[in-house]
């Protein structure tokens, strides 16, 4: 069984797309421990408690500084001990130290094809805005194993979205969302879950 902690700031979306995926079969295997948000009032907290997950909220604003926050996140994820991190909408920079406790047992999903429109600043909205700003025919999603850089860990899967006349950012972001992001999670979850991927040279493979 894959222990699994799901790190949330906004909707959740994809945190609904992985437990609807859980409930319907599409991921087996696999136990959703808690979720935490850096966001109280984030939508996913409550998406969490009515599927009976516990939430747990932990805010960098609720700390000294920087340094006290990592300190905590890193214990309380230690404490957790999850097989898989998934970082799903998560908008706080993943400290070093729980990148090398966790060294391979991280995922992200960023709504781009990286390498394209991703690194510091792009998150959320602003991606989608800048795709469009540079006139882009072909965006999508990829998810990706984290290491110690921004959006640079190797990555496990990509799905291509078309832009389309007229599209604003946030048609651009729903439909990246729907066809892309909500498919991709949900299955790199499984695949890790049974056993199908691993790295070799830096790149991941599926078995
Ligand atoms: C969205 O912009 C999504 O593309 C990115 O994080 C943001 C929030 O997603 N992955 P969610 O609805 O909170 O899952």
């Given amino acids: 069984m894959l222990k699994t902690v799901v790190c949330v700031s906004g909707g959740g979306t994809n945190l609904q797309a992985i437990l609807d995926a859980i409930d319907s079969g599409k991921i087996t295997n ?21 599927h009976g997950i516990p939430g747990i909220c932990m805010s960098p604003k609720s700390f000294a500084d920087r340094e006290a926050f990592n300190e905590a996140f ?27 406790k966790f060294s391979g047992r991280i995922i992200n999903i960023h709504p781009s094809l990286i390498p394209s429109f991703c690194g510091v600043g792009y998150y959320g909205l602003k991606v989608h805005e800048k795709a469009l700003e540079r006139g882009v025919k072909v965006t999508g999603a ?25 599209d604003t ?17 949900p299955q790199a979850i499984d695949d890790i879950a049974n056993g199908r991927l691993e790295i070799v040279d830096g790149h991941v493979r599926r078995v």
């Fill in 142 to 166: 990829t998810v990706h194993f984290v290491n110690e850089g921004m959006d640079e860990g190797p990555i496990i899967a990509q799905k291509a979205v078309a832009v389309e006349q007229g």
């Fill in 30 to 50: 696999t136990e959703i421990l808690a979720v935490i948000s850096n966001n109280a009032g984030a939508k996913a907290l409550e998406r969490a408690e009515r």
């Fill in 74 to 100: 890193t214990a309380k994820m230690e404490e957790l001990s999850p097989d898989l991190v998934v970082l799903a909408g998560f908008l706080v920079r993943i400290p070093e130290q729980m990148v090398s």
């Fill in 169 to 185: 950012p946030e048609i651009l972001q729903r439909r990246v969302m729907e066809q892309a992001e909500w498919i991709l999670l």
